[in-house]
């Protein structure tokens, strides 16, 4: 299990069953009054093939490193608390959660809205990828490219 | 000394994800290029071994170190360059 925490937050990619309520109590405070989850669990078909499995693989670094930047940009989007964001790599079972965001507020509205932009933005930007399998086959689910900077000549001065 | 006449060379690591590493046929490799390469050349040099990785190159994104980066991105030696088809998260 790869862990990458942000000040309080808790960003995980893990190949065992993703512990909901340990992320829920890890962003729960004392000054919160609501905690917003997203549970993201396998369906039982794609397109009406019955799905029979599915199997995930990540980027690891840089996936951990997408998804603490997921976490920051929250912080500063929105006046929440605590987010946690676990998602989970290998073989899943139908039914079993395959990422779960927790993200804890002094008041609802921004636990809400900070949850769905950071499934919305995970989805859209983090690699992670799912193969899908089926009684006749298997196939890589259509996915989302991610945005790119359209030009990087001017490097940054990183030391 | 080496001779002027002779073109430095840089070696990156090359990644394939997803669908795509089946199509490279491999999940990463080390690839000496020349001084000076873009990862349009990187990925043009896997083209060349495997043509069949063509029909993929206008639904891609490269990453350089970790953060997605565009074609034109110049290579360093020690570079980690990955190849990542469409993300389908969550």
């Known amino acids: 299990m790869a862990t990458l925490p942000t000040s309080d937050d808790r960003i995980l990619l893990v190949y065992e069953r993703i512990d909901a309520n340990a992320l829920i109590d890890h962003v729960r405070t004392a000054g919160d009054g609501a905690i917003v989850t997203f549970d993201g669990c396998v369906r039982n078909q794609s397109h009406g093939r019955s799905t029979l499995y599915l199997d995930y693989e990540a980027y690891e670094s840089m996936a951990l490193g997408k998804m603490r930047e997921i976490a920051a940009e929250v912080h500063t989007k929105f006046q929440i608390d605590r987010v946690a964001i676990a998602h989970r790599l290998g073989r899943l079972e139908i039914g079993e959660t395959s990422v779960f965001i927790a993200v804890s507020a002094p008041h609802r509205a921004a636990a809400f809205e900070a949850c769905r932009f950071a499934i919305d933005t995970l989805k859209r930007s983090v690699p992670i990828w799912k193969k899908e399998y089926f009684e006749d086959g298997a196939v890589w689910a259509d996915g989302e490219l991610p945005p790119v900077p359209q030009d990087t000549q001017t490097r940054k001065s990183a030391s | ?90």
């Open chain 2, 1 to 90: 000394m080496a001779p002027s006449n002779v073109k430095a060379s840089i070696r990156v690591k090359a990644l394939f994800f997803g669908g795509l590493k089946e199509v490279a046929g491999r999940a990463e490799e080390t690839v000496e290029l020349a001084s000076g390469s873009h990862i349009e050349d990187l990925f043009a040099q896997f083209i060349s071994r495997c043509p069949e990785l063509a029909r993929y190159r206008g639904s891609l994104v490269a990453s350089r170190n970790q953060e997605f980066a565009a074609w034109n991105t110049p290579l360093d030696s020690g570079d980690e360059i990955a190849f990542l088809p469409p993300v389908s998260g969550g």
